[in-house]
């Protein structure tokens, strides 16, 4: 009952983004127990320039910026997702950059030890997963 609920809870993220089309009804539901709701109030920093990246975040509502070198190199709403692409790669990432909140924020949050246990468990899932989840923003990477 608790992962429906959690599917139901999370049904948005997971229609909306291409690299969840081809999970199965138990994957979902695997997944769906992950997921946390985070909400941000304007002003409020989600991530600070140097701390580990142990998450990845779907934003379901709201504007963020993603600030480097006190300047803003990206505003980040509805539909994006921001993080790092840790399941393609061996080592946990630092962020370049502080990400804050513009407005009232809703984000979908999953964090790298459930989502990389959910793609070992789930194989073929977790090859689709890597093709066709896009970060709009990595936060691991330095904008020139």
Known sequence: MKADMCVHLNRKVFNEHPAFRLASDGCL????IHFTMSHSA???LLFHQGESID????IVSGSLEVIQDEEVVAI???GDVFGDSFW???NIGQSMANVRSLTYCDLHV???DSLLEVLDFY???ANSFARNLTLTYNLRHRVS
């Open 55 to 58: 998450s990845i975040c779907f």
């Open 29 to 32: 539901r695997a997944l769906a």
């Open 76 to 78: 980040l709403s509805k």
């Open 42 to 44: 304007p002003g409020d």
């Open 123 to 125: 194989h073929a899932f």
């Open 110 to 112: 999953i964090r790298r």
């Open 88 to 90: 393609k790669e061996t």
